[in-house]
């Protein structure tokens, strides 16, 4: 499959903690996306990070790219319970016309 | 500024009924266009996307077909629902192939 695989499918921690989503994927690759789904939700598109880019913020989220071993992660620090959605790893593959979602990590985060 | 709007929310349709779903958007000219699959708890399966008005390619064979009959439209039909055609059908746009994506709401299909 071309789909990132994330990791874990599932995560559940308590409010103020960090969390901390792993995404892999098997081939080379323009940019790594993450989006966030809130249940029942379309996706909302959080952040890019560039084949060439090691490390993006955005509020409190830090997303790191390592090419060589293919993946990706997302921290979320100082979480709070509106976190509580999926999160999906998306990859633009060379020569692709479109991005490949993966299924998905399952974040809640317990007030 | 860009929205999209995808309708209708929820739909139970009859197996063998007819489809239609639409997607349009606006503020933007010559988006590109997806249609997304998502079974419950599962990731996003690419079902049509087009980068051009009449252009539409298709990822996978199965009971729909897609058409972008303006621009800014998008629509998702069947001639005859399958009760595996159920799940959640989502819309998005880019501006560019590997750019980020705005999604639509979301239809919830259930097929009985």
């Known amino acids: 499959s071309q789909q990132g695989e994330e990791d874990p499918q599932a995560l559940s921690i308590q409010e103020g903690e960090n969390a901390t989503m792993n995404c892999s994927y098997k081939t080379s690759i323009n940019n790594l996306q993450w989006y966030r789904q809130n249940s029942g939700r379309g996706l909302v598109h959080l952040i890019l990070i560039r084949s060439n880019e090691r490390e993006k913020h955005s509020g409190r989220l830090r997303v790191t790219l390592d090419t060589s071993k293919k993946s990706s992660s997302l921290l979320i620090t100082a979480s709070r319970a509106a976190d509580t959605a999926s999160y999906f790893c998306?990859?633009?593959?060379?020569?692709?016309?479109?991005?490949?979602f993966g299924t998905g990590t399952r974040l809640t985060v317990i007030p | 500024s860009q929205t999209i709007h995808q309708w209708p929310a929820t739909l139970v349709q009859p197996v063998g009924s007819p489809l239609s779903l639409e997607c349009t958007v606006e503020g933007t000219s010559n988006p590109n266009l997806y249609w997304y699959r998502q079974a419950a708890g599962r990731g996003l399966q690419l079902l049509f996307y087009?980068?051009?008005?009449?252009?539409i390619s298709s990822e996978v064979p199965q009971n729909l077909s897609a058409s972008r009959p303006q621009d800014r439209q998008f629509i998702l039909s069947s001639k005859k629902l399958l009760l595996s055609d159920s799940g959640f059908y989502l819309c998005a746009w880019s501006v560019s192939v590997g750019g980020g994506y705005t999604f639509g709401s979301g239809t919830r299909l259930t097929v009985v």
């Open positions: 087009s980068v051009a008005i009449g252009q």
């Open positions: 998306a990859t633009d593959l060379t020569g692709a016309n479109n991005l490949f």
